[in-house]
């Protein structure tokens, strides 16, 4: 009988995976990713990466970067590439992973996959070799601690039924010192400036035993519902392991967990208001006789809450661009195809603008169009990169010019870029340093009889120099047809006359 409960179970297992795999839809169109691994052999104050780069589609799922013998993951980066070239942008995104070294030695990356929006990505791995630090290291990022990370709840089963169930008297819930918090690093801001902000979970080293996360990914979309600005202009951070990293509050050292990240651009004058957001976590109360067993615990729940948040937001001072300038730290950088610039030659010009700031919102310079030269484009590509707590990169504006006229082309007559800095807490702009110097276009060889030639000495000297009518050799040629149909009848004629 056992036996054949046994065949029963496995055959319905059998079914239940087979209706699974028949139930997956085809893969959609879900872009081109490659794997790129960083430099296999470096110091150990430096990281080791692995990252994927996605283009043609946006990101809907990964797989988890591969753990690594002697390494520690160490946080992730994430740098968003957008092109834009005759009116069309493709995107391009990169996930990157670091990894931080234990010691000095010889490491294998045995071969892995990672799977990207349903697709497998296969790398052949590597062999690693990390050397002694050198000067001015970059510490790597704090540790992780697996142990505290999504454990498996602890159920009531057939053993509670035979044995019965654990009894609350017997146990005795511990205080502890943990505590949510929703941090930003400025409490106001100017319209358009970036502010970050951080949902920590913070807990004294005493309290990992009595805590533990419950089922946070589905917790989550609700916090970032209630986080959510509908007056804000958002760059969400890529979601990373929880993992702890050791700070001191108040001359009292606490592990934090950071569980969500974001950095909001405020669009208008309203301030920001964040509400009182509650996690979930799973409590313990442990044995009061712990002598007995001192694994012996009881799982229960415990709720935090955060402290309600505003940020105040201040309108930019008056200006007549003030609803279209960009906000941010940003500087110039220029380039240009060539050296040497002559009337009718085109030539690529290239306006980057650098710095910290919301470079999705950032325009176009402003063209001022001059007599001597055309303009064209421009062409747009973004490069933005997420990174410690702040978000910049690079945009740049490429631009064709064909200059029609000699002479000096300053490029800051045609290009300039209004920004509100917020260095100086005012109004800048951006302007082109370039000055092209642009010759004239070598004129083609005329014709010049020599001196002691009198022919074409004579000939020139009596020929007439009175302008002609550009259709006169057309008439010419008319004439000339109706002449010789004249003459080619006559002679018909004559020889028809003579041959009677």
Not at 44 to 70: C, H, K, V
Not at 92 to 109: D, K, S
Not at 313 to 327: F, G, T, Y
């Amino acid at each position: 009988m056992i036996r054949l409960q046994a065949i029963l179970c496995f055959l319905l297992l059998l079914l239940a995976e087979t209706s699974r795999a028949q139930a997956v839809p085809p893969a959609s169109d879900a872009g081109q990713a490659v794997v790129v691994l960083g430099r296999t052999e470096f110091p150990i104050n430096e990281y080791f990466t692995i990252s994927f780069t996605l283009r043609g589609a946006s990101l809907d799922r990964y797989s988890a970067f591969p753990d690594i013998e002697g390494f520690k993951k160490s946080g992730k980066l994430n740098t968003t590439t957008t092109r834009t070239v005759g009116g069309q942008s493709s995107i391009e995104l990169t996930i990157t992973q670091r990894y931080a070294a234990y010691q000095e030695g010889e490491f294998e990356l045995p071969p892995f996959t990672i799977t990207v929006n349903g697709n497998p990505i296969r790398s052949p791995g590597a062999t690693l070799q990390v050397g002694p630090q050198q000067a001015q290291a970059t510490p790597p990022a704090a540790g992780t601690n697996p142990s505290s990370n999504n454990q498996p709840l602890q159920g009531i089963g057939l053993l509670d039924e035979l044995f019965g169930k654990p009894k609350p008297d017997a146990y005795v819930e511990p205080k502890d010192h943990a505590f949510l918090a929703l941090v930003a690093d400025k409490s106001s801001v100017y319209v358009g400036e970036g502010v970050h902000v951080n949902m920590y979970f913070y807990l004294t080293p005493t309290d990992q035993g009595l805590l533990d996360f419950y089922n946070f990914a589905g917790q989550l979309p609700g916090i970032i519902q209630q986080l959510q600005q509908r007056t804000a202009w958002e760059e969400h951070f890529e979601d990373q392991e929880i993992t702890p990293e050791t700070i001191t509050v108040g001359g009292k050292s606490y592990l934090r967990y950071r569980l969500y990240e974001t950095e909001l651009y405020p669009l208008t004058a309203e301030a920001l208001r964040f509400p009182i957001i509650s996690l979930q976590m799973v409590k313990y109360k442990v044995a009061k006789d712990p002598t007995a067993d001192p694994t012996d615990r009881l799982e229960g729940y415990k709720t935090y809450f955060t402290d309600p948040l505003t940020i105040a937001v201040k309108p930019l001072p008056p200006h007549p661009l003030r609803d279209q300038v960009a906000v941010g730290r940003y500087q110039l950088r220029e380039a240009i195809d060539r050296t040497a610039f002559q009337v009718g030659q085109a030539f690529t010009y290239t306006f980057s603008v650098e710095g910290e700031g919301n470079l999705a919102t950032l325009s176009a310079p402003t063209l001022r169009p001059q007599p001597g030269v055309e303009l064209y484009g421009p062409d747009i590509r973004q490069d933005l990169t997420r990174q410690s707590g702040r978000v910049g990169g690079r945009k740049r504006f490429t631009y064709r010019l064909v200059p029609r006229q000699p002479g000096p082309l300053p490029l800051d007559s045609l290009l300039t870029l209004v920004y509100f800095n917020l260095a100086t807490a005012r109004y800048d702009t951006l302007r082109p340093q370039l000055v092209v110097s642009v010759q004239d276009a070598p004129q083609k060889a005329a014709f010049r009889p020599r001196p002691d030639d009198p022919f074409y000495t004579e000939a020139l000297q009596a020929a007439d120099n009175t302008l002609q009518p550009l259709n006169a050799y057309r008439d010419v040629r008319r004439y000339t047809n109706i002449v010789l149909v004249l003459l080619i009848g006559l002679a018909g004629y004559g020889w028809w006359r003579g041959s009677r």
